[in-house]
Nanobody
Framework: QVQLVESGGGLVQAGGSLRLSCADS????????MGWYRQAPGKQRELVAR???????NYADSVKGRFTISRDKAKNTVYLQMNSLKPEDTAVYFC???????????WGQGTQVTVSS
């Protein structure tokens, strides 16, 4: 059974950094594109960053230059390094594994990130 487990969330002051991790227990990591999404209270879930199987990355305009997504294939883990955090980055962050051509998608349970001003 596929399970994506996020970790690394927490409370940080504005300007600080956090690194989120998403570990894959179902050994699907190398077959899927991976992404981080976030959902703030009262808002829709939005894409933050995505990395394909071929290591291509894309980012939401609001996080470009501050966040970096990466994947460690040996550890079946995807990371989101978040620097220069802002209060508007406060949200629940979700890990996603996606294969559009297979119509297959998996989600983690989410991890809370809170940035205080």
């Amino acid at each position: 059974q596929v399970q994506l487990v996020e970790s690394g969330g927490g409370l940080v002051q504005a300007g600080g950094s956090l690194r989120l991790s998403c570990a894959d227990s179902g050994n699907i990591f190398n077959s899927y594109d991976m992404g981080w999404y976030r959902q703030a209270p009262g808002k829709q879930r939005e894409l933050v960053a995505r990395i394909t199987r071929g290591e291509r990355t894309n980012y939401a305009d609001s996080v470009k230059g501050r966040f970096t997504i990466s994947r460690d294939k040996a550890k079946n883990t995807v990371y989101l390094q978040m620097n220069s955090l802002k209060p508007e980055d406060t949200a629940v962050y979700f890990c996603n594994a996606d294969r559009l051509d297979w119509s297959s998608s998996y989600w983690g349970q989410g991890t809370q990130v809170t940035v205080s001003s």
